[in-house]
């Protein structure tokens, strides 16, 4: 049987989503299941993660080596201009139409032309999509939601705001086969016609590829892994190593990731004088390494909808920093296992700057909360978790 997993885009992006999928899609794929990763991207290229060579990826976007035709550009600026209707009454739904038909039109083509069993669509920005076609191509799908509800409905910042679009994912969600959030108080967001047939699916992660040496032999260093944009919230993290690094002058801080605040968190550094202690670092295929030449992992930022790196980490003994407002982080660090902070959005700076100092001048702590980490991360690995994933598939899928 035939396994479709659509994500909008995934080439060469180094997200906890893209990741997801491509763990997901390994793992099916070892099941005997016929497995693929639909995108529609404007670009070409693999994935970030490994992804099994007998996964077959397809992007329904572009065709290699053609530039896009007349026709095409001229639909992208129509559709640009049709952006300010989003939200105007009975335009909103033309104006929906004209940036997405060319998306729904080449998806129907595909799966007309190459039948799938199960279309799991993955983030909203599928939902509307994966809903038109699996409807009109009467194909069974699931929609897997990877972050905070309220975010993903509510939050103007995110996803496509077309009054239409909103309206379709909802709609999506209440006529799927299934829908997945990763943490059970997740579902309560949703109406009892959605709610009944959505189900908990945790993400997982893979062992690491490499013992790391015990935690005070390696360097002196914090490590903050995530996309560069405004929900991780570097900002904060950089305003308080500020005060850190008068008090722990020999630890450095280093961030992995890219994304469009990068430009303005280096501005930062430079301005406060700290380009010797804070070094951004881009997205890394060996992180796995990163974490075990660190001492401390720290995650600052304001949601996440379960945070894949901060298990990574645990899985490598760090003891993780947070704040407990965030969602998600606040599901994985414990007392056991690092620091969650439970202070106001003023106090933030302060607060995660004191809770820095206190972990890095007491190494005893550090070891105590080391261990802890590692045993706390046992319950992620994909033998712990994959099966969520595989008897809801077979679940819809019974043969």
């Not at 994966?130 to 409807?135: D, E, G, K, P």
């Not at 699931?142 to 972050?147: C, D, E, G, T």
Request: proline residues 5%.
């Amino acid at each position: 049987m035939k396994i479709s997993l659509f994500l909008d885009r995934i080439a060469g992006r180094a997200g906890g989503a893209e990741r997801v999928v491509v763990n997901v899609a390994n793992q099916l794929i070892t099941q005997g299941y016929q497995v693929e990763i639909i995108t529609y991207e404007d670009t070409l290229g693999r994935p970030f993660y490994p992804l099994n060579c007998n996964v077959t990826l397809r992007n329904l976007k572009v065709t290699p080596a053609l530039k896009p035709t007349k026709k095409e550009i001229r639909s992208k600026r129509i559709s640009k201009y049709m952006e300010r209707f989003e939200c105007t009454p009975c335009l909103n739904k033309f104006a929906w139409f004209v940036k997405n038909r060319d998306k729904v039109n080449r998806v129907t083509e595909y799966f007309k032309d190459n039948p799938t069993d199960l279309i799991i669509g993955f983030l909203p920005s599928t939902f509307a999509v994966t809903y038109l076609v699996a409807s009109k191509l009467n194909i069974k799908y699931v929609l897997s939601l990877h972050n905070v509800p309220k975010e993903d409905f509510e939050n103007p910042a995110r996803w496509d705001q077309n009054i239409n679009d909103k309206k379709l994912r909802f709609k999506a969600l209440a006529n799927a086969n299934a829908n997945t959030v990763i943490l059970d108080e997740f579902r309560n967001y949703f109406s009892e016609s959605i709610k009944d047939h959505t189900y908990t699916v945790r993400n997982f992660i893979t062992r690491p590829n490499h013992k790391s040496a015990p935690l005070l032999n390696r360097p002196k260093r914090v490590i903050a892994v995530g996309r560069l944009a405004k929900p991780k919230d570097h900002t904060t993290l950089i305003s308080a190593w500020s005060i850190v690094h008068k008090l722990c002058p020999d630890w450095q801080l280093s961030i992995y990731g890219d994304g469009p605040l990068k430009n303005q968190l280096q501005t930062q550094i430079t301005r406060a004088g700290l380009n010797t202690s804070i070094t951004i670092h881009p997205p890394t295929k060996d992180i796995d390494s990163e974490y075990g030449d660190s001492q401390i992992f720290c995650i600052p930022s304001l949601f996440e909808g379960f945070g894949l790196v901060t298990v990574e980490a645990m899985a490598h003994s760090l003891p993780c920093i947070g704040f407990n407002s965030c969602p998600g982080t606040n599901r994985l660090i414990t007392s056991r296992n690092g620091v969650l902070i439970d202070c106001s959005n003023s106090e933030k700076i302060n607060a995660l700057a004191d809770t820095l100092i206190k972990v890095i001048q007491n190494s005893g702590l550090r070891v105590k909360l080391s261990a802890g980490a590692h045993q706390s991360a046992e319950g992620y690995f994909v033998e712990n978790r994959i099966q969520d994933w595989f008897d809801l598939v077979h679940t819809i899928l019974p043969n």
